[in-house]
């Protein structure tokens, strides 16, 4: 028995995540020849149990039955063990999964939820899933929202956050789910499209119904997703405590991205910002929060273009970090938010410019973490304490998303 290292296709990492997470249960693993043979001729597997469309995986030819595979994510993070049990001509690989950790690469991780986790959140009260590829226009709202009074259900939007468009229809909905009941649960499910649609919209049955549906509508198909990642205009928004390491993280980023040349890039560093753009405020509140629309607004006119932002300011305030997102996606840009997570005891005692001793000392009024609170996001896309982490790594996880999201090729 040999160890092997393998990172699979998008497709078929996705395919992983939903394995690992119960989402594609009765299956522990990827589909072999008798499997895959009855799937395509009853819609079974080989044991009679109902399974609608192929689950397959592709190996490198040194990989053999008996040999265990680790499944790495783009950045090479160990996500599964594969026990290799069947190898075919073809390259596919049979074999059941072991989980590693949860995935953790990609946008929107925050709204990733195993079928377990929301059958408990649900409890005993039914659930109306409904399954996305694309937004949800204003007759489906109104079929959600009848079908949800009719059998008083919890409605569960699934948006099918796999590939390009994903993102957007993640955002779709969340956009939906404000105008549902205010019990609406979102999901973000990497569920890879199927060929034929017949297909693929079973598959989408059976994932519904692993996370809890008494009821499943399948949303329309998409008619109005933005185009590609790569050619939206895309906020990169950092916020932190001072000294948490987010300027250096996001000038390390600016540096990346003008390395690669794939996009225009923009880098509006905090300091930068308050000597020019900001100049003449202080460190009140209200000023606090025009520096932040100040960025904001730069931001959004260099995203609108289709241009990558780069912003780094403190942003204390969570309903200020929220107006600049609302800002930057009414253009129709992306917009990441990064908490840098670095706790005030590591900041403290970095302290570079010696600022928080001035504000220990009375010196700074209004100081965040001192004498002014700092409102940690409950809504950031990417989260990184820098106390045991170099910077070099703290670029490569923002990379890690900016690619796995599509934003940079």
Partial sequence: MRDVEWTPEARELADLELLLSGAFAPLTGFLGHDDLHAVAERGTLADGTPWPAPVTLHLPEEAAPGDEVTLLDPEGVPLAVLTVTERGHDGLAAGPVRGLGAAEHGPFARLRRTP??????????????????????????????????????????????????????????????????????VVSVPLAPREEPELDLELREHVATAYGAAEHLAGPEPVSIPGPPHR???????????????????????????????????????????????????????????????????????????????????????????????????????????HVATPLEECERRDRKGLYAKARAGLIPEFTGVSDPYEE?????????????????????????????????
């Fill in 116 to 185: 377990a986790e929301v059958r408990e959140l649900l409890g005993d009260r039914p659930a109306l899933v409904v399954t996305m590829r694309g937004p949800l226009d204003d007759p489906a709202l109104t079929e959600v929202s009848a079908v949800a009074k009719e059998l008083d259900a919890v409605v569960v939007l699934l948006p099918l956050s796999y590939g390009e468009p994903g993102p957007a229809v993640v955002r779709a909905a969340l956009k939906a789910k404000d105008r549902l009941p205010e019990a609406t649960l």
């Fill in 232 to 338: 939206r205009g895309l906020v990169v928004f950092f916020t932190g405590l001072s000294g948490s390491g987010k300027s250096t993280i996001a000038r390390g980023l600016r540096d990346a991205l003008l390395e690669l040349g794939t996009r225009t890039v923009t880098h509006l560093d905090g300091d930068v910002v308050r000597a020019l753009l900001s100049k003449g405020l202080t460190f009140s509140k209200a000023d606090r929060d025009l520096n932040i629309r100040r960025i904001g607004f730069v931001a959004t006119e260099a995203a609108r273009h289709g241009g990558l932002a780069i912003c780094a300011p403190i942003a204390p305030y969570a309903a200020t970090r929220a107006e600049v997102r609302e800002m930057v996606e009414s253009v129709g840009a992306d917009f990441l938010l990064i």
């Fill in 377 to 409: 996001p409950d809504d950031a896309d990417l989260v990184i304490d820098t106390t045991h982490i170099s910077i070099e790594a703290a670029v490569s996880q923002v990379l890690g998303a900016l690619r796995s999201g599509g934003w940079v090729r």
